[in-house]
């Protein structure tokens, strides 16, 4: 009988990729002990290439949250693939879930699912999107006011859209302010969830 063909792991991670070797490190004996046709490589972020992470069988990304928007703008045909395993679990654990799952006894809850976005008011104005650059030396901000949010609603929000746009934020003054011209896709976000949108200034 034909050996079965290998599948391959890559592990992604900021560099230097420390956490993924470490995985790998792991994985390795495991998978050889289990008789499993699989390979693993720990890649960084900046070492990685496109045609490496479509030809994976399966990729895992052990970054820092906050690396998140800029795998996903780095690797954008994989992004549906990437799982993403928290910092609140041991990589140790990780890798024997891993393990467990590949043999067909374990289970997937590898990314958790992101935050829904918050529902709309009850009662709702018309929520405004505008560009603001002036006092912030060229840097604009996509603004979005007008939405009759509680403070925690409105901290949700900004965190959604925030991560729909890969890019930072904050909430101030009644208004969330999203780094950068996003008029468009945060127009789109607010409309699929039920907000009446205009477009304010320029």
Not at 31 to 45: F, I
Request: one cysteine or more.
């Amino acid at each position: 009988m034909p050996p079965k063909p290998k599948k391959s792991l890559v592990v992604l991670d900021s560099s230097p990729p420390q956490r993924a070797e470490y995985a790998v490190k792991l994985f390795a004996p495991i998978v050889a002990k289990m008789g499993l046709p699989w390979t693993a490589t720990a890649r960084a972020m900046d070492d990685a290439t496109p045609a490496e992470m479509e030809a994976a069988t399966r990729i895992v990304c052990v970054c820092p949250s906050e690396f998140r928007p800029l795998v996903e703008s780095q690797f954008p045909t994989v992004t549906e693939r990437i799982e993403y395993w928290p910092a609140t679990m041991e990589i140790d654990d990780r890798v024997n879930i891993l393990a467990a799952e590949l043999m067909g006894g374990g289970f997937r809850e590898i990314s958790p699912p992101p935050p829904p976005p918050p529902a709309a008011a009850k009662k709702l104005g018309t929520a405004k999107v505008g560009r603001e650059t002036a006092g912030r030396k060229g840097k604009g901000v996509t603004v979005v006011w007008e939405l009759g949010l509680t403070a925690a609603a409105m901290q949700e929000l900004a965190t959604s859209l925030k991560q729909k746009c890969g890019t930072g934020g904050t909430v101030k003054d009644d208004r969330i302010e999203i780094q950068g011209d996003h008029r468009d896709r945060i127009v789109a976000e607010l409309e699929k969830m039920g907000y009446k949108v205009k477009r304010a200034g320029g």
